[in-house]
């Protein structure tokens, strides 16, 4: 059984009681660490694929210890020119070793779901507002107009039902929301 994993912005193919070296976690050592970004899942001659993820699935790996990587040096010298400029750089990286691989029932995946519900009943508040925003913005003075973006002007105008306002520059609608 072996999965595809994203782990600190890299993929990594994992199976059970691998080490894999990731860029810097800000777990201490000895922690667990659950990965649920499960992109390809292969158990036997079962495969899964995620679009993006994988719902329920998760990698639980334990932190093992942190270290830095070999040095990589960096030379830049252009011919002819007398440049040249010598660099080197050792890369902070966090040593784990995969646990288990969780097909289905992970502890992570629900929260987000949760999360996931519960936008879209905060959303149409948000929209019911943007709503109610330019109505109540229309009647002010033309000082005020003149500070907002042609984008904001547009959707006063189409709050108030002004036809033509998809073609009106700045001034023109300014004239035609003071109205």
């Known amino acids: 059984m072996y999965a595809i994993v994203e782990m600190a912005g890299q993929q990594f193919k994992v199976a059970k009681d691998q080490k894999v070296y990731v860029h ?27 679009a993006p993820v994988i719902e329920g699935a998760a990698v639980e790996a334990k932190v ?8 990589v040096i960096v030379f830049k010298k252009k011919r002819r020119k007398g440049y040249q400029k010598k660099n080197g750089h050792r890369q902070y990286l966090t040593e784990i070793v ?7 029932g992970a502890k992570k995946a629900a929260p987000a779901k949760a999360k996931a519900e519960a936008k879209p009943v905060a959303e149409p508040k948000q929209a019911e507002k943007k709503a109610e ?3 109540k913005e229309a009647p002010k003075a033309t000082e005020d107009l003149s500070s907002k973006t042609v984008a904001e002007l547009r959707d006063m105008a189409k709050a108030k039902e002004i036809t033509g306002y998809s ?6 609608l300014i004239e035609a929301l003071s109205k």
Do not use: C, W, Y
């Open 24 to 50: 810097r976690l800000q777990e201490e050592e000895g922690n667990k660490v659950t990965f649920d970004k499960v992109l390809l899942l292969e158990d036997g001659d079962n495969v899964t694929i995620g």
């Open 98 to 104: 995969v646990e288990s691989i969780l097909a289905k």
């Open 167 to 172: 073609s009106m520059k700045k001034a023109e």
């Open 133 to 135: 925003a330019p109505k």
């Open 64 to 71: 093992v210890k942190h270290l830095k990587g070999d040095k």
